[in-house]
């Protein structure tokens, strides 16, 4: 083997090794790049609640898919749609950027649109494509935004 194609073969391997350890980031970059979302203890409790409550609800659909009961898979997605949101508080409104509540909203009328076709369809795999798709804006919101606990007053 000619020594080129050798050192070819070495030098491609490198970023995919790089990928596989996690370790893929310039230099110099920040690992943290999201945007930091000022909340206090209150207000952080009140979205951690309701991405558990996405996140059960998402679980439920899952196994009612798996199990061809698109009654259960239905039920879960319209307890995730904006009818079934929870009410934000104003002050917390105020603070979120829009971005964020477009996502949220992109993501409860995903659930609305899953459950309707879920009930008239009931086809498991049209679920799953649509949950992939209603899940792009969990992928999007959490690479862009975090929680930053706001400094306490004293
Ligand atoms: C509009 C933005 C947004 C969308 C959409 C969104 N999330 Fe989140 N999620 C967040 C933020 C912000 C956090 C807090 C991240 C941090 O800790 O800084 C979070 C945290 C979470 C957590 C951790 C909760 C805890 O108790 O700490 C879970 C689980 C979660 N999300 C699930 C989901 C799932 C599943 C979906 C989609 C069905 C989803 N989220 C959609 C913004 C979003």
Sequence with gaps: ?????LLLMVFSAQPALAAV????????????QRKPLVLNAEEAAHIRLEMRTFLSGVQKIV?????NDM????????????????????????????????????THTGFDDLARDAASMA?????????????S???????????????RKH
């Design 123 to 135: 086809d498991p795999n049209l679920a799953m494509k649509q949950l992939g798709q209603v899940m």
């Design 21 to 32: 350890a996690g370790h893929q980031h310039p230099p110099g970059k920040p690992l943290e």
């Design 1 to 5: 083997m000619s020594r080129l194609l």
């Design 63 to 67: 196994t009612g898919a798996a199990h």
């Design 137 to 151: 804006n969990c992928v999007s919101c959490h690479a862009t935004f975090r929680i930053e606990p706001a400094p």
């Design 71 to 106: 009654k259960v898979v239905a039920e879960a997605a319209t307890a995730l749609g904006v009818a079934a949101a929870h009410e934000v508080p104003p002050a917390l409104r105020q603070k979120l950027p829009l971005e964020f509540k477009q996502l949220g909203n992109a």
